[in-house]
């Protein structure tokens, strides 16, 4: 069964300590994995695609990586307004048009 | 340039009564896809237009519930004889690509409580 899943359930960070998300799958034929982050009481906001192992993409204090079984979004020396539910989604396989969405790793970044 | 845009942003209504969620995706993107989120979950797919194609409906729950987007733009999502059980937010995303390998740009949902 395709699955999506994220650990930790929620993270608390000193500003400046870094950590990573995980998110896991388990979905044959991977064609893409998606990172969002998601603000209290507003949609999900896009930050990456990654396509296949090895790839890396950076935004910011972000980088998400990308192997044949999970991806890591990497945040280095956090700051408060990082603080979000970070989602990660995969296209289901055999049906390109649905996403499976992990629960997400809620992250508190405390100054 | 604008985001996309979802009317109302809060509807209160009655059990039995009809209710229509509006979106307004991004000028140019083809894919338009309705979810519900639910508090501390990740969105649960509901259907999915390419173009003014409703392309999979597969997520919706019953036969209350139905989308359209005529134009290939603005789709409206429709509940009819809503039940307590419909009570959500209601997330609408639009996407520059195809199918579900690009991108989704999400707008800030409705919030639809059925008293």
């Known amino acids: 069964e395709d699955q999506v899943t994220q650990s930790p359930e929620a993270l608390r960070l000193q500003e400046g300590e870094s950590s990573s998300l995980n998110c896991s799958y388990t979905v044959s034929g991977l064609r893409g994995l998606f990172w969002y982050r998601q603000d209290p009481g507003k949609g999900p906001e896009f930050l990456f695609t990654l396509y296949s192992a090895g790839e890396e993409k950076e935004k910011e204090r972000l980088k998400a990586t990308l192997t044949k079984k999970e991806s890591f979004l990497h945040i280095t020396a956090p700051k408060p307004e990082d603080s979000a539910t970070y989602l990660c989604a995969v296209p289901m396989a055999g049906n390109n048009r649905k996403l499976i969405w992990g629960l997400g790793t809620s992250l508190a970044v405390n100054p | 340039g604008a985001g996309v845009s979802q009317s109302p942003r809060y509807k209160v209504t009655k059990r039995g009564q009809d209710v229509a969620l509006r979106c307004d995706p991004i000028s140019g993107h083809v894919s338009l896809y309705w979810y519900r989120q639910a508090l501390g979950q990740g969105p649960e797919f509901l259907t999915y237009f390419n173009y003014e194609a409703q392309q999979d409906k597969s997520g919706l729950p019953n036969d209350r519930f139905s989308a359209e987007r005529p134009e290939g733009s603005i789709s409206t999502l429709t509940i009819q004889r809503t039940e307590q059980r419909d009570s959500a937010m209601y997330r609408c995303?639009?996407?520059?690509?195809?199918?579900?390998?690009?991108?989704?740009?999400f707008g800030p949902g409705t919030r639809l409580t059925v008293t």
């Open positions: 995303a639009s996407s520059p690509q195809t199918g579900a390998r690009g991108e989704q740009y």
